[in-house]
């Protein structure tokens, strides 16, 4: 389960890319958060294409207090780009 293996982590994380089944998006990014290191890229593929199905996602990603900057990138079905900032 890859709960598992992410509350493992030890260290810190500067890039993370996020292509899983959607609803275990934010999941596995509340996970890994603490350990992103200022400047580390987060890349979540699809959310474009079903960015209802991302709502949680982008709900986290947006939130201030997460230090996240974002942006959809437009390739096909969307890629969401996002910066550790703090």
């Known amino acids: 389960d890859l709960r598992q ?3 493992g982590l030890s260290g810190l994380v500067d890039f993370m890319l996020v292509d899983i089944w959607t609803p275990m998006a934010r999941p596995a990014l509340e996970l890994v ?3 992103l290191r ?3 890229v987060v890349i979540c593929d ?8 991302y ?4 709900a986290f990603v ?3 207090r997460n230090k996240l900057r974002t942006m959809t990138l437009p390739f096909e079905g969307g890629l969401e780009f996002s910066v550790r900032c703090g």
Do not use: V
């Open 55 to 58: 709502k949680d996602y982008f």
């Open 5 to 7: 293996t992410l509350s």
């Open 38 to 40: 200022e400047g580390a």
């Open 62 to 64: 947006n939130d201030p």
């Open 46 to 53: 699809n959310t474009g294409q079903f960015r209802f199905a």
């Open 33 to 35: 958060a603490h350990r």
